[in-house]
């Protein structure tokens, strides 16, 4: 199982950043799918979740109306498209598979956002 | 959606036992019995060492020293036998209901 993050970088208040997530190694389009963040030195932070076919997602209160979440299974790829970014979204950005009913079995190994003028 | 809360830190001597606890509401630990519990060693991405209070999953190598339980709103996590290796800082999560989840704010178990 391989879960590679990309799209990460230095952003500005106020833009956007689309983030990808490369999954290899498992048949993808039956596990639920997550993005948890954590800022420098800080914990983690659930933002958002997936399901299997698209027909249910989910967010955390604090990007709710500003991320969209969103995967294409014949790519095998998750996303996470981010606008009106704010400095407090800098963070490693982590892909993570589904295990029960939350994020577990296997994470990447984050792509980092940095939000600053 | 609160982050669940843990003690900043924890620690005990080799070969002690470490129990960390995590408490949250009647809307996510103490409403389900989906609490994870995660390993995270510096500069590594996070490992699940418990799922659904008290299970250890499969394959992951998890040791059976450790463990889970849960009463009311508050989970909590038994190291035992403390190892060197056990190191790391360590989060819950929870369902919190409508597919959304919940960690906790971290615990730093230190072996002395």
């Known amino acids: 199982v391989q879960l590679v993050e990309s799209g990460g970088g230095l952003v500005q208040p106020g833009g956007s950043l689309r983030l990808s997530c490369a999954a290899s190694?498992?048949?993808?389009?039956?596990?639920?799918m997550y993005w948890v963040r954590q800022a420098p030195g800080k914990g983690l932070v659930w933002v958002s979740g997936?399901?299997?076919?698209?027909?249910?997602?989910a967010y955390a209160d604090s990007v709710k109306g500003r991320f969209t979440i969103s995967r294409d299974n014949a790519k095998s790829t998750l996303y996470l498209q981010m606008n009106r970014l704010r400095a407090e979204d800098t963070a490693l950005y982590y892909c993570?598979?589904?295990?029960?009913?939350?994020?577990?079995?296997?994470w990447g190994q984050g792509t980092l956002v940095t939000v600053s003028s | 959606q609160s982050a669940l809360t843990q003690p900043p830190s924890a620690s005990g001597s080799p070969g002690q036992s470490v129990t960390i606890s995590c408490t949250g509401t009647?809307?996510?630990?103490?409403?389900?019995?989906?609490v994870s519990w995660y390993q995270q060693h510096p500069g590594r991405a996070p490992k699940i060492m418990i799922y659904e209070v008290s299970k250890r999953p499969s394959g992951m190598g998890v040791p059976d020293r450790f463990s889970g339980s849960k009463s009311g709103n508050t989970a909590s996590l038994t190291v035992s036998g403390l190892q060197a290796e056990d190191e790391a800082d360590y989060y819950c999560?929870?369902?919190?209901?409508?597919?959304?989840?919940?960690f906790g704010t971290g615990t730093k178990v230190t072996v002395l």
């Open positions: 190694g498992f048949t993808f389009s039956t596990y639920w």
């Open positions: 993570v598979r589904g295990y029960s009913t939350g994020p577990g079995g296997y």
């Open positions: 999560g929870s369902y919190a209901g409508s597919n959304t989840y919940v």
């Open positions: 009647s809307s996510d630990v103490g409403a389900y019995n989906y």
């Open positions: 997936i399901n299997s076919d698209e027909s249910s997602t």
